[in-house]
C-alpha cells in the first residue's frame, strides 16, 4: 500500500462541520481542534472526531 498523499480527505461531522486530513495536519472546520500526528494516524483520528464533534460548520 503506497502512503503517498493524493489530497485532502473530508469527514462530515455529526454537527455538520467537515473535518479535513491535509498532508501536515488534520482540522475541524467546526470546533477548531487539530491534529498533527503521522498521517495514518490524522486520518484515525479525523474519522473518530467527526463522530462525535457536535460543532456546527464555521461561517
Known amino acids: 500500500m503506497s502512503s ?8 462530515r461531522s455529526e454537527g455538520g462541520a467537515i473535518v479535513i486530513v491535509e498532508n501536515l ?17 490524522r486520518r484515525k483520528w479525523a474519522e473518530k472526531h467527526a463522530e462525535k464533534c457536535r460543532a456546527l460548520p464555521r461561517r
Open 25 to 41: 495536519y488534520a482540522e475541524c472546520a467546526g470546533c477548531g481542534a487539530e491534529n498533527y500526528s503521522d498521517y495514518s494516524n
Open 4 to 11: 503517498y498523499f493524493t489530497g485532502p480527505i473530508r469527514y
